[in-house]
Protein backbone atom coordinates (compact mmCIF):
# COMPACT_ATOMS: atom_id res chain seq x y z
CA UNK A 1 0.00 0.00 0.00
CA UNK A 2 1.77 3.51 -1.21
CA UNK A 3 1.72 5.99 1.41
CA UNK A 4 1.16 9.85 0.82
CA UNK A 5 3.45 11.92 -1.52
CA UNK A 6 3.65 15.83 -0.95
CA UNK A 7 4.75 17.87 -4.04
CA UNK A 8 6.34 21.21 -2.48
CA UNK A 9 6.23 24.00 -4.82
CA UNK A 10 8.65 26.20 -2.81
CA UNK A 11 10.11 27.55 -6.42
CA UNK A 12 9.80 30.46 -8.53
CA UNK A 13 6.91 30.84 -10.22
CA UNK A 14 9.00 30.45 -13.23
CA UNK A 15 9.17 26.45 -12.78
CA UNK A 16 5.28 25.94 -12.03
CA UNK A 17 4.98 25.20 -15.27
CA UNK A 18 7.32 22.27 -15.59
CA UNK A 19 6.89 20.74 -12.63
CA UNK A 20 3.34 20.40 -12.82
CA UNK A 21 4.13 18.90 -16.21
CA UNK A 22 6.07 16.75 -15.57
CA UNK A 23 4.64 15.30 -12.67
CA UNK A 24 1.31 14.40 -14.62
CA UNK A 25 3.22 13.35 -17.43
CA UNK A 26 5.14 10.62 -15.34
CA UNK A 27 1.59 9.99 -13.26
CA UNK A 28 3.83 11.11 -10.20
CA UNK A 29 0.66 12.39 -8.00
CA UNK A 30 -2.20 10.52 -9.95
CA UNK A 31 -3.72 9.17 -6.89
CA UNK A 32 -6.20 12.10 -5.86
CA UNK A 33 -6.52 10.74 -2.08
CA UNK A 34 -2.90 10.03 -1.64
CA UNK A 35 -0.98 12.88 -3.69
CA UNK A 36 -1.07 16.75 -2.60
CA UNK A 37 0.05 19.71 -4.44
CA UNK A 38 1.66 22.27 -2.06
CA UNK A 39 1.86 26.06 -3.51
CA UNK A 40 3.77 28.57 -2.56
CA UNK A 41 2.74 32.64 -2.77
CA UNK A 42 2.49 34.41 -5.01
CA UNK A 43 -0.29 32.96 -6.71
CA UNK A 44 -0.06 34.98 -10.11
CA UNK A 45 1.37 38.62 -10.34
CA UNK A 46 -2.12 39.57 -11.13
CA UNK A 47 -5.10 38.32 -12.46
CA UNK A 48 -4.67 36.85 -15.75
CA UNK A 49 -1.49 35.14 -14.19
CA UNK A 50 -3.18 34.03 -11.39
CA UNK A 51 -6.15 32.57 -13.50
CA UNK A 52 -3.46 31.01 -15.61
CA UNK A 53 -1.67 29.37 -12.83
CA UNK A 54 -5.43 27.55 -11.86
CA UNK A 55 -5.69 26.27 -14.79
CA UNK A 56 -2.31 25.12 -15.36
CA UNK A 57 -2.82 23.07 -12.02
CA UNK A 58 -6.39 22.24 -12.46
CA UNK A 59 -6.11 20.79 -15.59
CA UNK A 60 -3.48 18.49 -14.19
CA UNK A 61 -4.65 17.75 -11.04
CA UNK A 62 -7.94 17.60 -8.93
CA UNK A 63 -8.96 20.57 -6.98
CA UNK A 64 -9.00 18.93 -3.67
CA UNK A 65 -4.83 17.91 -3.91
CA UNK A 66 -3.93 21.24 -4.31
CA UNK A 67 -2.91 23.66 -1.21
CA UNK A 68 -2.16 27.09 -1.85
CA UNK A 69 -0.51 27.89 1.73
CA UNK A 70 -0.25 31.21 3.12
CA UNK A 71 1.36 30.80 6.34
CA UNK A 72 -0.35 33.75 8.04
CA UNK A 73 -2.94 31.84 8.49
CA UNK A 74 -1.11 29.03 9.99
CA UNK A 75 -0.14 30.88 12.80
CA UNK A 76 -1.92 30.26 16.12
CA UNK A 77 -4.03 33.63 17.25
CA UNK A 78 -5.34 33.96 13.67
CA UNK A 79 -6.50 30.08 13.96
CA UNK A 80 -7.96 31.03 17.38
CA UNK A 81 -10.00 33.72 15.64
CA UNK A 82 -12.55 31.33 14.55
CA UNK A 83 -12.76 29.81 18.24
CA UNK A 84 -13.10 33.22 20.11
CA UNK A 85 -16.09 34.52 17.56
CA UNK A 86 -17.73 30.68 17.07
CA UNK A 87 -17.39 29.18 20.47
CA UNK A 88 -18.20 32.41 22.37
CA UNK A 89 -21.60 33.68 21.78
CA UNK A 90 -20.97 36.82 23.90
CA UNK A 91 -19.12 37.75 21.05
CA UNK A 92 -21.14 36.42 17.74
CA UNK A 93 -23.83 38.71 18.32
CA UNK A 94 -21.99 42.00 18.47
CA UNK A 95 -20.37 41.21 15.29
CA UNK A 96 -21.87 43.45 12.75
CA UNK A 97 -22.43 46.95 11.47
CA UNK A 98 -25.03 47.43 14.59
CA UNK A 99 -22.24 47.69 17.05
CA UNK A 100 -18.62 47.75 15.06
CA UNK A 101 -17.60 51.15 14.36
CA UNK A 102 -14.33 50.46 12.25
CA UNK A 103 -12.11 47.48 11.66
CA UNK A 104 -8.17 47.79 11.72
CA UNK A 105 -5.61 45.36 10.16
CA UNK A 106 -1.97 46.16 10.32
CA UNK A 107 1.16 44.46 9.14
CA UNK A 108 4.11 45.85 10.03
CA UNK A 109 7.47 45.02 9.58
CA UNK A 110 11.17 46.61 10.95
CA UNK A 111 12.52 45.22 8.36
CA UNK A 112 13.44 46.23 4.67
CA UNK A 113 14.13 44.33 1.75
CA UNK A 114 17.22 43.27 2.55
CA UNK A 115 18.47 40.86 -0.24
CA UNK A 116 15.42 40.21 -1.68
CA UNK A 117 15.25 43.30 -4.28
CA UNK A 118 15.27 41.66 -7.13
CA UNK A 119 11.77 39.84 -5.96
CA UNK A 120 10.21 42.73 -4.11
CA UNK A 121 10.90 45.40 -7.15
CA UNK A 122 8.75 43.42 -9.34
CA UNK A 123 5.95 42.93 -6.23
CA UNK A 124 5.74 45.86 -3.86
CA UNK A 125 3.99 45.57 -0.54
CA UNK A 126 0.25 45.60 -2.47
CA UNK A 127 0.62 42.46 -4.08
CA UNK A 128 3.13 40.94 -1.26
CA UNK A 129 1.07 41.29 1.56
CA UNK A 130 -2.42 42.90 1.56
CA UNK A 131 -3.84 40.48 -1.32
CA UNK A 132 -2.85 37.56 0.38
CA UNK A 133 -1.82 38.12 4.37
CA UNK A 134 -4.15 40.91 4.51
CA UNK A 135 -7.16 40.36 2.82
CA UNK A 136 -6.98 36.64 3.99
CA UNK A 137 -6.78 37.87 7.67
CA UNK A 138 -10.10 40.36 6.50
CA UNK A 139 -12.22 37.59 5.18
CA UNK A 140 -11.85 35.41 8.82
CA UNK A 141 -12.68 38.27 10.49
CA UNK A 142 -15.15 39.55 8.23
CA UNK A 143 -16.58 35.92 7.65
CA UNK A 144 -20.17 34.51 8.39
CA UNK A 145 -20.51 31.58 10.89
CA UNK A 146 -19.56 28.43 8.80
CA UNK A 147 -22.54 25.14 8.33
CA UNK A 148 -19.18 23.38 9.99
CA UNK A 149 -15.87 23.16 11.18
CA UNK A 150 -14.99 21.37 7.48
CA UNK A 151 -13.06 22.98 4.86
CA UNK A 152 -15.47 23.42 2.88
CA UNK A 153 -18.00 25.09 4.69
CA UNK A 154 -15.12 27.89 6.02
CA UNK A 155 -13.86 28.14 2.50
CA UNK A 156 -17.07 29.17 1.18
CA UNK A 157 -17.81 31.79 3.51
CA UNK A 158 -14.26 32.99 3.41
CA UNK A 159 -14.79 33.61 -0.34
CA UNK A 160 -17.73 35.10 0.13
CA UNK A 161 -16.49 38.00 2.34
CA UNK A 162 -13.85 38.64 -0.61
CA UNK A 163 -16.78 38.69 -3.16
CA UNK A 164 -18.76 41.34 -1.26
CA UNK A 165 -15.58 43.71 -1.00
CA UNK A 166 -17.10 47.02 -2.94
CA UNK A 167 -14.68 48.90 -5.49
CA UNK A 168 -11.81 50.67 -3.95
CA UNK A 169 -11.46 53.84 -5.31
CA UNK A 170 -7.90 53.65 -6.73
CA UNK A 171 -6.94 57.36 -5.88
CA UNK A 172 -7.37 57.17 -2.61
CA UNK A 173 -4.91 53.93 -1.49
CA UNK A 174 -1.77 55.33 0.07
CA UNK A 175 1.82 54.17 -1.51
CA UNK A 176 5.15 54.83 -0.41
CA UNK A 177 8.50 54.05 -0.18
CA UNK A 178 10.67 54.03 2.77
CA UNK A 179 13.78 56.89 2.38
CA UNK A 180 16.92 56.67 4.64
CA UNK A 181 16.60 56.63 8.48
CA UNK A 182 17.23 54.39 11.40
CA UNK A 183 15.26 51.12 12.73
CA UNK A 184 15.71 50.76 16.63
CA UNK A 185 19.01 53.09 16.41
CA UNK A 186 20.72 51.68 13.17
CA UNK A 187 21.02 53.33 10.23
CA UNK A 188 18.99 52.08 7.48
CA UNK A 189 19.60 52.77 3.62
CA UNK A 190 16.37 54.41 1.48
CA UNK A 191 14.76 51.91 -0.91
CA UNK A 192 16.23 52.54 -3.91
CA UNK A 193 19.80 52.18 -2.20
CA UNK A 194 19.27 48.88 -1.54
CA UNK A 195 20.64 45.59 -3.69
CA UNK A 196 18.89 44.92 -6.56
CA UNK A 197 16.58 47.63 -6.60
CA UNK A 198 16.78 50.42 -9.46
CA UNK A 199 17.29 53.93 -8.17
CA UNK A 200 13.86 54.86 -10.27
CA UNK A 201 11.98 52.66 -8.96
CA UNK A 202 8.27 53.29 -7.94
CA UNK A 203 7.42 50.05 -6.18
CA UNK A 204 5.72 50.84 -2.33
CA UNK A 205 7.18 49.20 -0.11
CA UNK A 206 4.05 51.01 2.20
CA UNK A 207 0.38 50.67 1.48
CA UNK A 208 -2.57 51.68 2.65
CA UNK A 209 -6.17 52.13 1.95
CA UNK A 210 -10.03 52.16 3.49
CA UNK A 211 -12.61 49.34 2.35
CA UNK A 212 -16.34 48.31 2.48
CA UNK A 213 -17.84 44.85 2.69
CA UNK A 214 -21.19 45.29 0.87
CA UNK A 215 -23.16 42.91 2.73
CA UNK A 216 -25.91 43.24 5.36
CA UNK A 217 -23.60 42.14 8.33
CA UNK A 218 -20.87 44.83 6.96
CA UNK A 219 -22.48 47.11 5.71
CA UNK A 220 -21.20 51.17 6.07
CA UNK A 221 -19.10 49.72 8.64
CA UNK A 222 -15.04 50.92 7.41
CA UNK A 223 -11.98 48.52 7.39
CA UNK A 224 -8.60 49.77 7.31
CA UNK A 225 -5.58 47.98 6.00
CA UNK A 226 -1.90 49.36 5.97
CA UNK A 227 1.25 47.37 5.65
CA UNK A 228 5.11 48.58 5.71
CA UNK A 229 8.43 47.71 5.69
CA UNK A 230 11.35 49.93 7.90
CA UNK A 231 8.66 50.47 10.51
CA UNK A 232 9.26 51.36 14.05
CA UNK A 233 8.28 48.26 15.04
CA UNK A 234 7.35 44.59 14.01
CA UNK A 235 3.39 44.61 14.47
CA UNK A 236 0.73 42.07 13.00
CA UNK A 237 -2.46 43.47 14.77
CA UNK A 238 -6.14 43.41 14.07
CA UNK A 239 -8.31 46.18 16.22
CA UNK A 240 -11.74 46.11 16.44
CA UNK A 241 -13.51 49.17 17.83
CA UNK A 242 -17.16 49.02 19.03
CA UNK A 243 -19.11 52.35 18.47
CA UNK A 244 -19.84 54.42 21.67
CA UNK A 245 -22.46 53.76 24.58
CA UNK A 246 -25.80 54.98 22.85
CA UNK A 247 -26.79 56.75 26.53
CA UNK A 248 -24.11 58.11 28.70
CA UNK A 249 -25.14 58.15 32.32
CA UNK A 250 -20.87 58.98 33.27
CA UNK A 251 -19.28 62.32 32.25
CA UNK A 252 -15.80 60.60 32.08
CA UNK A 253 -17.44 57.72 29.37
CA UNK A 254 -15.42 58.61 26.78
CA UNK A 255 -13.17 56.35 25.79
CA UNK A 256 -14.71 53.41 23.32
CA UNK A 257 -14.49 49.31 24.08
CA UNK A 258 -11.46 48.01 21.31
CA UNK A 259 -11.07 44.74 21.04
CA UNK A 260 -7.12 43.81 19.87
CA UNK A 261 -6.03 40.66 18.50
CA UNK A 262 -2.09 40.72 18.46
CA UNK A 263 -0.33 37.57 16.33
CA UNK A 264 2.78 39.27 16.38
CA UNK A 265 5.35 39.73 18.19
CA UNK A 266 2.89 38.72 20.75
CA UNK A 267 0.15 36.78 20.88
CA UNK A 268 -2.72 38.36 22.38
CA UNK A 269 -6.50 39.27 22.83
CA UNK A 270 -7.16 42.48 24.50
CA UNK A 271 -10.20 44.00 25.42
CA UNK A 272 -10.20 47.69 26.85
CA UNK A 273 -13.42 48.32 28.87
CA UNK A 274 -14.46 51.02 31.13
CA UNK A 275 -14.29 50.13 34.91
CA UNK A 276 -14.96 52.34 38.02
CA UNK A 277 -11.56 53.80 40.02
CA UNK A 278 -11.55 52.44 43.64
CA UNK A 279 -12.69 56.06 45.56
CA UNK A 280 -15.62 57.42 47.19
CA UNK A 281 -16.70 59.36 44.01
CA UNK A 282 -17.55 57.63 40.49
CA UNK A 283 -14.60 57.59 38.29
CA UNK A 284 -14.08 55.59 35.24
CA UNK A 285 -10.89 54.53 33.57
CA UNK A 286 -9.81 52.26 30.28
CA UNK A 287 -8.96 48.40 31.54
CA UNK A 288 -7.08 45.92 29.87
CA UNK A 289 -8.70 42.85 30.30
CA UNK A 290 -6.13 40.43 28.43
CA UNK A 291 -5.57 37.35 27.12
CA UNK A 292 -1.57 36.03 26.79
CA UNK A 293 -1.18 32.86 24.96
CA UNK A 294 1.71 32.25 27.03
CA UNK A 295 0.13 32.85 30.13
CA UNK A 296 -3.09 30.62 29.36
CA UNK A 297 -1.39 27.53 28.41
CA UNK A 298 1.57 25.15 28.62
CA UNK A 299 1.79 23.53 25.47
CA UNK A 300 4.18 25.78 23.24
CA UNK A 301 2.67 27.15 19.55
CA UNK A 302 4.05 25.23 16.71
CA UNK A 303 5.07 27.28 13.63
CA UNK A 304 2.78 27.85 11.37
CA UNK A 305 4.19 25.69 8.71
CA UNK A 306 4.57 23.00 10.97
CA UNK A 307 0.95 23.24 11.68
CA UNK A 308 0.30 23.54 7.84
CA UNK A 309 2.05 20.68 6.37
CA UNK A 310 0.67 18.17 8.89
CA UNK A 311 -2.77 19.66 7.89
CA UNK A 312 -1.46 18.76 4.33
CA UNK A 313 -0.18 15.23 5.04
CA UNK A 314 -3.48 14.76 6.85
CA UNK A 315 -5.57 16.51 3.80
CA UNK A 316 -7.56 18.88 5.71
CA UNK A 317 -7.54 21.93 3.91
CA UNK A 318 -9.08 24.37 5.99
CA UNK A 319 -6.42 26.51 6.64
CA UNK A 320 -5.32 27.04 3.09
CA UNK A 321 -6.92 28.94 -0.45
CA UNK A 322 -8.91 27.61 -2.69
CA UNK A 323 -8.82 28.83 -6.41
CA UNK A 324 -11.65 31.18 -6.01
CA UNK A 325 -10.28 33.03 -3.15
CA UNK A 326 -7.03 34.15 -5.16
CA UNK A 327 -9.11 35.43 -7.80
CA UNK A 328 -11.37 37.20 -5.66
CA UNK A 329 -8.34 38.68 -3.81
CA UNK A 330 -6.47 39.84 -7.18
CA UNK A 331 -9.67 41.22 -8.27
CA UNK A 332 -9.53 43.48 -5.21
CA UNK A 333 -6.10 44.81 -6.07
CA UNK A 334 -6.35 44.92 -9.55
CA UNK A 335 -7.77 48.27 -10.32
CA UNK A 336 -5.37 49.58 -8.24
CA UNK A 337 -2.28 48.00 -10.05
CA UNK A 338 -4.06 49.23 -13.13
CA UNK A 339 -4.42 52.98 -11.86
CA UNK A 340 -0.29 52.88 -10.70
CA UNK A 341 0.39 51.68 -14.26
CA UNK A 342 -0.82 54.56 -15.55
CA UNK A 343 1.24 57.65 -13.00
CA UNK A 344 3.47 57.94 -10.83
CA UNK A 345 1.54 60.64 -8.71
CA UNK A 346 0.78 59.87 -5.53
CA UNK A 347 3.85 57.89 -4.23
CA UNK A 348 5.22 59.24 -1.02
CA UNK A 349 7.70 59.31 1.04
CA UNK A 350 8.56 57.88 4.72
CA UNK A 351 11.64 58.11 6.58
CA UNK A 352 13.10 54.14 7.86
CA UNK A 353 12.00 53.85 11.70
CA UNK A 354 8.89 55.34 11.52
CA UNK A 355 5.27 54.78 11.14
CA UNK A 356 4.70 55.66 7.09
CA UNK A 357 3.72 58.95 5.34
CA UNK A 358 1.65 61.43 6.91
CA UNK A 359 -0.98 60.53 4.13
CA UNK A 360 -1.60 57.17 5.91
CA UNK A 361 -2.81 59.56 8.89
CA UNK A 362 -5.51 61.68 6.62
CA UNK A 363 -6.89 58.54 5.88
CA UNK A 364 -7.71 57.44 9.41
CA UNK A 365 -8.71 60.72 10.14
CA UNK A 366 -11.19 60.32 7.01
CA UNK A 367 -13.22 58.24 9.17
CA UNK A 368 -12.71 60.36 12.56
CA UNK A 369 -9.87 57.73 14.11
CA UNK A 370 -6.50 57.33 14.35
CA UNK A 371 -4.32 53.83 13.63
CA UNK A 372 -4.31 51.59 16.37
CA UNK A 373 -1.22 51.76 18.83
CA UNK A 374 0.18 48.60 18.82
CA UNK A 375 0.09 47.90 22.41
CA UNK A 376 -3.57 48.10 24.16
CA UNK A 377 -1.26 48.92 27.46
CA UNK A 378 -0.98 52.57 26.26
CA UNK A 379 -4.37 53.33 26.20
CA UNK A 380 -4.73 52.23 29.62
CA UNK A 381 -4.68 55.16 32.11
CA UNK A 382 -1.92 55.64 35.03
CA UNK A 383 -3.28 55.60 37.94
CA UNK A 384 -3.80 59.38 39.32
Known amino acids: MRGTRLFYYAVSPSFIKTITEGLAKNKMAGMVKKDRIVVEKPFGTDLTSAQALN ?32 ANNIFEPLWSNKYIDHVQITVAEEVGVGTRGKYYDNSGALRDMIQNHLLQILSVIGMERPCDYAAECIRDEKAKVLKSVSKISAPEVIRAQYAEGAV ?48 SQKSSLIMIQFKMTPHKIFKDDEVANRLYISIQPNQTINLIVDGKIPGIHMRLKPVNMDFTYNDAFCEPSPEAYETLLLDVLEGDATLFIRSDQVEAAWKIVMPILDFWKTTSKGQKKYAAGTDGPKEADKLAKSIGVQWALTSPNEEVLKCD
Not at 56 to 64: I, P
Not at 210 to 231: A, E, H, Q, S
Request: aromatic residues 12%; positive net charge.
Open 184 to 231: AGAPQIGYTDEVNVAKNSKTETFAAMKLFIDNKRWKGVPFLLRTGKCM
Open 55 to 86: RLLTKNFKEEQIYRIDHYLGKEVVQNILAFRF
